[in-house]
């Protein structure tokens, strides 16, 4: 556990470099930064109102609220950083009129997550009874980075800037977090997940870089600390992460910066613990090709190159894993900027005072870090190429797993295809979340249930919980070939027995192979398709690339077409989406995917 490493050790702010470190700032590659910075100021900024607040309560819609509070921090965000760059009044005085409004603001937390709001039946927040969430963990880490990189600055420019910051996040987020130790997302049941290590570096930021009593800051740093073990102690051993690459970002990467912050703070280095090794090369294990990732439960189909893919890299470079390094290294060229504001201020100051992270996007020669199959036992999903060491061909993701994971959706027994990195046989994603995204009614969202899932439909869907998962999983991994079978009847209300298998036969001809073994007759199989199909006598082809061919003897095909009006689905998909439904009515349920020569 953390807690025997850092009892009672003294902690000291960390040595960052401010604005006045011309040196560092100079050689800093901030040119997309600052054009950033020019176009927000040409903009004015962003109001956060209590109507779009309320509307979570109202209507259901968190969005109004939420990404105008996501605008605004990233504006700021973006003016302290090119403030810090070139030290210009009008990005200083547009960071400290955004600091000043972040700081009027009644709160910092997301409607949905206030569940003292809720809890008075009120649709509007209380400035004195602050809940602590993800929001207000957001603009404290903020305030503390800004405060710490121009605080010179505010001496100068905005005296009393500093105390109104400390002021703000002391009453928010530093009071709270000590005298409520029973915050839901602290995992005290053993359930901890992204929002503990998501919080808990935002509030070790505050106490490190704000607090000025030495005994304080110890004592806040001893129970991040001792919050973190809840996280630690869930994390499996083979690296995977239940909620999947886009949440990884946001949990498992955060710890990592809170034991780079600690090993600065306080001069203790746990940073070789055995479960990070396998923890940072969870992204990469799961990459299809391109921006495209296996996007099990909440997740977009493409990630966002927005990552610190430097933090990444430093952790490769520390653990000495050179497929770690060469995944970040391709992915951040790829986004074509070394930082994201939008990633955070904390992130984004790390990755351009990095001195080796410049080195390594301009002289690191590209290399692969896909190897022939991954098989993660833990959150039982199978990623298997054609070819070792390249996208090209055919790559095939199978899960198994249960319903109760986090982020969770109906997908127990889903797979993905991949022809040349580009998913064909896909998982339709997260789309906006709403006000009910995580109560009762989470399900009612079509791209969750089973039906827009690859999977068998035995009469029924399948059900939401841990009770409803895979059973007897096996994987077969050989030079020829990688299968993953399961009994997937446990996913569904009254199902006996249901084997399926997901077979990747690479040589001599190269194809997937998806069989059902049951006794259910007629069984829907359900397949979501991205791109045009056309569908023909016991085959469909899709977009030209990709050919499912199946019995025609035993079975009829249905294909629908999706039109997508969710702006995170379209970002992925574009405007639609396609079902095709194999409807076998006896005989084997097999279908065959090939790449069309």
Same mark, same amino acid.
């Given at each position: ?136 963990? !957001?603009?404290?880490? #903020?305030? =503390?980075? &800004?405060?710490? *990189? ?5 001496? $100068?420019? +905005? %005296? ?96 990592? !910066?809170?034991?780079? #912050?600690? =090993?600065? &703070?306080?001069? *203790? ?5 055995? $479960?990070? +090794? %396998? ?104 990623? &298997? ?213």
């Amino acid at each position: 556990m953390l807690r025997v490493f850092f009892d009672g050790r003294p902690v000291r702010r960390p040595a960052f470099p401010d604005v006045r470190d011309r040196q560092v700032w100079a050689a800093a590659d901030g040119a997309a930064v600052l054009a950033d910075a020019h176009a927000v100021l040409a903009r004015p900024a962003p109001v956060l109102t209590a109507t779009a607040w309320a509307r979570t309560f109202r209507d259901g819609v968190r969005t109004d609220y939420e990404d105008a509070a996501r605008e605004l921090r990233e504006r700021v965000t973006t003016l302290v950083l090119a403030a810090v760059l070139t030290g210009e009044e009008s990005f200083l005085d547009g960071a400290v009129d955004g600091l000043v409004a972040l700081a009027e603001a009644t709160t910092w937390c997301w409607a949905p997550h206030d569940r003292h709001a809720a809890g008075r039946a009120e649709v509007l927040a209380d400035p004195d009874d602050p809940f602590l969430d993800l929001g207000a963990a !957001e603009v404290a880490s #903020l305030f =503390a980075w &800004a405060d710490q *990189v121009l605080g010179p600055h505010f001496d $100068v420019r +905005a %005296p009393g800037l500093r105390r109104r910051l400390r002021r703000e996040v002391e009453l928010r987020v530093l009071t709270p977090f000590e005298r409520i130790r029973d915050w839901h997302w602290l995992g005290l049941a053993g359930d901890a997940h992204n929002w503990n290590p998501w919080i808990h570096s935002a509030v070790l930021a505050a106490a490190v870089l704000l607090v000025d009593d030495e005994e304080r800051r110890s004592r806040l740093v001893a129970l991040v600390v001792e919050g973190l073990d809840h996280y630690v102690a869930v994390l499996p051993d083979d690296g995977g992460i239940d909620e999947g690459v886009a949440y990884w970002w946001h949990g498992a990467c955060r710890l990592l !910066e809170c034991l780079d #912050l600690l =090993a600065d &703070a306080t001069g *203790v280095d746990v940073r070789d613990l055995p $479960v990070l +090794a %396998p923890l940072i090369r969870f992204p990469h294990r799961m990459h299809l090709g391109g921006d495209a990732y296996v996007n099990a439960g909440d997740a977009p189909a493409r990630l966002s190159p927005a990552q610190p893919w430097h933090v990444l890299h430093r952790w490769g470079e520390r653990l000495g894993d050179d497929d770690v390094r060469a995944h970040a290294v391709s992915r951040a060229r790829a986004g074509g900027r070394p930082v994201w504001p939008s990633a955070g201020l904390g992130r984004a100051l790390s990755g351009l005072a990095d001195a080796d992270w410049r080195k390594a996007l301009a002289t690191e020669p590209e290399a692969t870090w896909l190897t022939r199959e991954e098989w993660l036992p833990r959150v039982q999903v199978l990623v &298997a190429r054609e070819t070792a060491g390249t996208p090209r061909g055919l790559t095939v993701a199978v899960k198994a797993g249960h319903n109760g994971e986090r982020h969770n959706h109906l997908d127990v027994g889903s797979y993905w295809v991949a022809v040349d990195g580009v998913p064909v046989v896909a998982d339709v994603g997260q789309p906006t979340y709403t006000a009910a995204s995580f109560g009762p009614d989470r399900y009612e969202a079509w791209p969750l249930r089973s039906e827009w899932h690859n999977v068998p439909e035995p009469g029924a869907g399948q059900e939401p919980g841990e009770a409803f998962g895979a059973r007897h999983v096996r994987v077969d991994l050989t030079a020829a070939a990688a299968t993953l079978s399961a009994d997937l009847a446990g996913a569904y209300p009254g199902v006996a027995r249901w084997n399926r298998s997901v077979r990747l036969v690479r040589s001599p001809h190269p194809h997937v192979l998806v069989t059902d073994d049951d006794s259910v007759r007629p069984v829907r199989l359900r397949h979501v398709l991205a791109g045009d199909v056309e569908l023909g006598d016991g085959e469909a082809v899709v977009s030209g690339v990709l050919r499912l061919s199946w019995d025609p003897r035993h079975t009829t095909a249905e294909l629908e077409r999706r039109p997508l009006e969710d702006p995170l689905l379209r970002a992925s998909w574009g405007e639609h989406l396609a079902r095709l439904t194999l409807v076998v009515r006896d005989g084997p349920a097999r279908v065959r995917l090939e790449r069309v020569r």
